[in-house]
């Protein structure tokens, strides 16, 4: 045991934590975590015990604490890549916005469905395909294609009504 060690045996882990922040980072820094090194002392600060304990050396305990939340933070990391490379090898890549692109199948698939549905609700009418194209996929509201096409909001609401059992129709053939 250290001269140090001796002087805060019996004190509470707080204030050893509080006066040694600097070196608890520093070594946190040193293990490789540098970029992880204040989310790892606020953990550590959280986890600690608030009662004065009888810990023979405190010091030493909270370097063992940040051990292990260095080893924890990194074998989290570990499994986030392996989890996020099998989701983007399973799902299709990065691209540049950042954002998983679907794969050509995908695309090509999304793009026939949309085509079957766009044709279902036009086999209703070219007005319900039409207000529904402004309300569903425009994104005006029922108010605004009634205005725009002259009509009440209950025949938009009839309108839209038809579209959505023709989509309902093929959805369940």
Same mark, same amino acid.
């Given at each position: ?91 299709? =890549? /990065? $691209? ?7 794969? !050509?199948? +995908?695309?090509?698939? *999304? ?40 009509? =009440? /909001? $209950? ?7 038809? !579209?959505? +059992?023709?989509?309902? *129709?093929?959805?369940?053939?």
């Amino acid at each position: 045991m250290t001269h140090q060690d001796r002087i805060e045996s019996g004190v509470d882990l707080e204030s050893v934590f509080l006066v040694h922040r600097a070196q608890l980072r520093a070594f946190i820094c040193s293990r490789g975590a540098a970029d992880l090194a204040d989310d790892i002392l606020q953990d550590l600060w959280i986890r600690m015990p608030r009662q004065r304990t009888d810990i023979a050396s405190p010091l030493s305990y909270l370097y063992r604490m940040a051990t292990y939340l260095v080893f924890d933070r990194n074998q989290s990391r570990s499994a986030r890549l392996v989890r996020d490379t099998a989701w983007f090898d399973a799902h299709g =890549s /990065i $691209g540049e916005a950042g954002c998983a692109q679907p794969t !050509a199948e +995908r695309v090509m698939e *999304a793009r026939q469905t949309v085509s079957r549905a766009l044709e279902a609700v036009s086999r209703e009418g070219e007005r319900v395909l039409a207000i529904f194209r402004r309300h569903r996929i425009d994104g005006l509201t029922q108010r605004e294609v009634a205005s725009e096409f002259g009509l =009440s /909001i $209950g025949t938009v609401e009839g309108d839209l009504r038809k !579209a959505y +059992r023709a989509l309902v *129709a093929l959805e369940e053939h």
